[in-house]
């Protein structure tokens, strides 16, 4: 069993939005294949239009499509690259989001200790989220996917509490929260179940078919809302409604290739055969459900069940050792379960710890004028140095602050800083103030591309409207630019930057030298 995600139009696509809507309206349909080759398309385009939210919200469609067709390797290699790009482009909802699908995904390839850490990664990060935010809600329902991967029951439930009654939604997004609730503890009862506890099983049974019969009434035709009812209503003792679903779509939805739905109905129809006193139609129930499985947990559920009607077939004592063994069987699993919690509180701590570490040494590494690195990052980077050096003076800095207030002067600072941040395109570029009008850029870039990228910042700077700070401003910089060779030291790329800043300041300023 398998929920389907949020629907599109809560993720924060870019400008070009209607390219991932299309994609990911695909998925939500369970159109899986056709999502694989529309995204292809779509992010080809999205890609050449420059529009890189749009690019990872089609990426996210794209895992989704996988993931649900069970080709979790690709999946995961769709989720790690989007890890990546955690905290450089997008809001902290979609990192959570992506951290917390990629988690699902090592989780269900039998790579929990891995899992478990991403978990805890995305909980850390979708705190820091406001509580009203819909991107929030969205990050959420994927949080409960992946605590639901690893039978967190209860974590999955907390994570789909959010307060969408605040929130302005459509029946489509409310829905969309309540069949995601309602398959969970549909789920979470089956388990309870097969661990003797079927009193509380009977209760999430119950409130899963309140859920559903709310919004089967309210979107009619929804083939998912009516297979987890079909499933509901064979578990509370209505059986003819039940069957009457399986009757109405069970053959439709498995022709259209909506597996999951089928899924569901298979398994309704088994429960009420089952109770009905008819196994071996039970059996041919479960075990179509069963094909049509692609995730171990389905499976799982699928495969006691199918024991569990063996030994119910057995004579007397014959059945009492398998039945005994399943059961044994079940309460590991179980105890698993347990124990998976008490890894993600320690994974949580831990991920809390590096979250401190990193924070302490940003505040460590960061001038706390413009919130560009500072000297001490400016002598660790140099120290292992690759790619280019770009460095930065304000050209008369003395003068702008003589002239102007030392107020305009470190307004000027920040203004500048912004520019080099946003031009800090590589993971691994870094803008740096390393005194009081000295920057510098670390840029893994060739030469002819570094030289680019002075360039566009000298232009920017140079055509921004510096009179809205003050009027008679005119900021301009000089540049030096050398770029690294093999096995050169730190120091020497430095001497060698430096001298072309003096050769630009000695040429007249405003302008960048290159080695």
Not at 176 to 197: K, M, P, T, Y
Request: hydrophobic letters at 45%.
């Amino acid at each position: 069993m398998t929920s389907e995600r949020l629907p599109a139009v809560v993720q924060p696509h870019g400008p070009w939005a209607a390219l991932a809507l299309d994609v990911h309206d695909l998925t939500i349909q369970g159109r899986h294949a056709e999502t694989l080759a529309a995204a292809d398309r779509a992010e080809w385009t999205a890609t050449l239009l420059g529009d890189l939210r749009t690019v990872r919200s089609i990426r996210l469609a794209r895992m989704y499509a996988l993931t649900a067709l069970g080709r979790l390797q690709e999946a995961l290699t769709a989720g790690e690259r989007l890890v990546a790009d955690t905290g450089t482009c997008g809001p902290r909802a979609t990192d959570a989001k992506i951290l917390a699908d990629t988690a699902e995904v090592l989780i269900r390839m039998g790579r929990t200790d891995d899992g478990l850490l991403h978990l805890a990664r995305a909980l850390l990060v979708v705190d820091t989220v406001p509580t009203g935010s819909v991107r929030r809600l969205s990050a959420m329902s994927s949080l409960c996917e992946a605590a639901r991967a690893a039978e967190l029951f209860e974590l999955a439930d907390e994570c789909l509490r959010g307060p969408v009654d605040v929130l302005d939604f459509s029946d489509i997004y409310r829905s969309s929260f309540d069949l995601q609730r309602a398959e969970l503890r549909l789920e979470w009862g089956l388990r309870l179940e097969q661990v003797g506890r079927s009193a509380e099983a009977s209760r999430l049974y119950a409130s899963s078919v309140a859920l559903l019969e709310h919004w089967t009434d309210r979107l009619p035709g929804a083939p998912l809302a009516a297979s987890l009812l079909a499933v509901g209503l064979a578990k509370t003792g209505r059986p003819d409604e039940a069957v009457k679903i399986v009757a109405d779509l069970l053959v439709p939805l498995r022709t259209a290739g909506q597996h999951h739905e089928a899924r569901l109905l298979h398994l309704a129809h088994a429960v009420v055969l089952r109770a009905d006193g008819d196994l071996p139609g039970a059996r041919r129930e479960l075990v179509a459900a069963d094909e049509l499985a692609v995730q171990p947990s389905q499976r799982l559920i699928f495969k006691y069940e199918l024991a569990a009607l063996a030994a119910a077939q057995l004579p007397g004592e014959t059945a009492q050792p398998l039945l005994a063994a399943l059961d044994a069987h079940a309460q590991v699993l179980w105890q698993l379960r347990l124990d998976r919690r008490k890894m993600l509180q320690q994974a949580y701590r831990r991920v809390e710890l590096e979250a401190a570490r990193s924070r302490a040494d940003l505040a460590a590494t960061s001038d706390p004028l413009t919130g560009l690195g500072n000297r001490r990052l400016f002598d660790r980077r140099l120290a292992a140095a690759t790619g280019a050096l770009l460095l930065i003076d304000v050209d008369h800095f003395k003068s702008i602050n003589d002239d102007f207030s030392h107020s305009v002067g470190d307004r000027v600072l920040a203004e500048i800083a912004a520019v080099l941040r946003t031009h800090c395109r590589r993971d691994d570029d870094v803008a740096i103030r390393f005194g009081g009008d000295e920057f510098a850029m670390f840029l893994t870039a060739t030469a002819p591309d570094a030289r680019r990228v002075a360039e566009r910042v000298r232009a920017v700077l140079l055509t921004r409207d510096w009179t809205a700070i003050a009027p008679g401003l005119r900021v301009t910089v000089s540049m030096g630019l050398a770029t690294g060779r093999p096995g050169e030291p730190g120091h020497t790329l430095y001497d060698r930057a430096d001298a072309q800043l003096y050769a630009a300041k000695r040429a007249g300023r405003n302008r960048l030298s290159a080695a």
